[in-house]
């Protein structure tokens, strides 16, 4: 089990301009932050990080979201990592996410759901590559 995870504030939130409160929630849940970069995603780049969902009949909507303005990007450090921070974020559909997690409180949709976290060590690790080098970290 890692001690890391990765996330991303989506540019719902970041446009509505919950990035601090959501930072906020971060580091009052006991994460740290062992990088971070505020970067805007293009095209290729939006479909290069989401090609699982290739085949998904929502992957154009969803690289034309993730493009569609800044994220913030970051690698997240507290025992547990990845179950913390999912339990932490919520359920994927807002109206289905407990009261007090980050989804709850900034997400308007399924689509539009304020953050990304990873699903396992393994992702977090793939995720975390993508953003940011060796030197980048912390």
């Not at 997690?101 to 949709?109: D, G, Q």
């Amino acid at each position: 089990m890692s001690n890391r995870t990765f996330t991303m504030i989506k540019p719902d939130a970041t446009g509505k301009g919950h990035t601090g409160a959501i930072l906020n929630d971060i580091l009052a849940a006991g994460f740290s932050i062992k990088a971070m970069k505020w970067t805007r995603l293009t095209k290729e780049q939006a479909g290069e990080f989401y090609a699982i969902h290739k085949e998904r009949p929502f992957f154009g909507e969803l690289v034309d979201f993730m493009s569609s303005g800044p994220i913030v990007a970051a690698i997240l450090e507290k025992e547990n990592a990845v179950a913390d921070f999912r339990t932490l974020i919520g359920a994927t559909n807002p109206a289905n996410a407990a009261e007090g997690t980050i989804r709850k409180k900034y997400a308007a949709s399924v689509g539009e759901n304020a953050v990304h976290g990873s699903d396992s060590d393994e992702n977090a690790i793939i995720e975390g590559d993508f953003f940011f080098s060796k030197l980048e970290r912390f």
